[in-house]
Each structure stands twice: as structure tokens, then as C-alpha cells.
């Protein structure tokens, strides 16, 4: 069972969120914030997999509470703004994926199970968005740990910076699937990156990977 927090400002949607999420079998939602206070200390009591974060709220924005949310819960973040500045201000703060509220039900639900299996959830059009964003305002690196990588590591984290999956990954280096999912662990602690999403901002703060 997938356990989820819905977090919005507005009641009706926060409801809308709760019944679709609670129809499926192997979703349930935990819990339901007003702003990121809330969904920040809901987390600690609650410990979901998977926060469902709106970005424009009360008290506390959804950029700074995932900032704050640590541990095994993902967030997803949720915003009827496609804005480029989200984009990437939620994948560096520690956003597992990013989703507009319009998206048909079926892409949320299953947003939902991608970024609770690990996953990431980065459409081709959001990281060509992330990219975009990190040329146009380069930030202070937020990843230590590059000079501690073995040259076999640095390959597979240009690769995922490339797009390519872990099966891609175990056909291009020839290697078994437990092989790739050991060299992605080793990145993850690292680096003391959250998921692939932030691997991806590593690379490419490193200089491994450079836009075309």
C-alpha cells in the first residue's frame, strides 16, 4: 500500500485528490495539509511515501517544505503554473517529479506509483526546461563528493544524465541490472542525492554533461 499526503491550500481539491487516490487498491491517502507547515509536520507523524505538493500556498511555499522533508518520502509537486522557475527550483530542493494539476487522472495516479517506486518522474519537455533554466541562472553547486567518484561512476551518472533507464544502463555498460542498481546506490549516497532527478542536477552542475 502506498501511503500519500495530499498538500493544498484549497479544501476542494485536496478532497477531488483524496477520492481519486483512495479509489485505487494499492493507494491510500494518509493525510491532508493546508499549507507546508502542516505538510511538513504531517510527514514526521505520518511518514508517507509520497507527498502530492502544491507550490503557491500559505505560510510556507511547496518549494521551501520539500526543502525540509527528509528521509524515504518523495514529492511530487503539483502547480497549475508551468513555469520554468518551479521546474527547477522543486527538482533542486528534492522534488521526485513534477506534474501540472490539469494532467488526466490516470498520469497522476500513475506519477504517483513512479516516484514511490524510486523513480523519477521528468518528462522530456521538464528537463529540457531544467536545462534551459540551469544555463540561463547557473547556481552555486549543491553536490558534494564528485572527487570521491570512481571513473566507472562518473560514466553511469553522465548516462543517467543522459535519460537512459537501468536497463539501458545495463545494456550500454554490459553489466547486470543488480550491477546498475548498486552503481546508482553509490552515486545516492555520494553525492547525498535524493533520487535520480538530483543526479541529474549533479551532472550537469559538474560540468559532465553539457545542453546542447
Known sequence: MIRVLVADD????????????????????????????????????ESPD???????????????????IVGDTRVLILTTFDLDEYVYSALRAGASGFLLKDAPPDDLLKAIRVVASGETLLA??????????FVRRP????????DKLTDRER???????HGLSNAELSAQ??????????????LLAKLQARDRAQLVIAAYEAGLVTPR
Open 124 to 133: 522530456p519537455s521538464v528537463t529540457t526546461r531544467l536545462i534551459a533554466e
Open 50 to 68: 509520497v507527498v502530492l505538493m502544491d507550490v503557491r500556498m500559505p505560510e510556507m511555499d511547496g518549494i521551501t517544505a520539500t526543502k525540509q
Open 173 to 186: 555498460l554490459q553489466v547486470s541490472p543488480g550491477t546498475v542498481r548498486t552503481h546508482i546506490s553509490r
Open 10 to 45: 484549497q479544501a476542494l481539491l485536496r478532497g477531488s485528490f483524496r477520492l481519486l487516490i483512495d479509489s485505487e487498491d494499492d493507494l491510500t491517502v494518509v493525510g491532508e495539509a493546508a499549507d507546508g507547515q502542516q505538510a511538513v509536520a504531517l510527514v514526521r507523524t
Open 139 to 146: 547556481a552555486q553547486p549543491v553536490f558534494r563528493g564528485l
Open 155 to 161: 560514466e553511469v551518472l553522465t548516462l543517467i544524465a
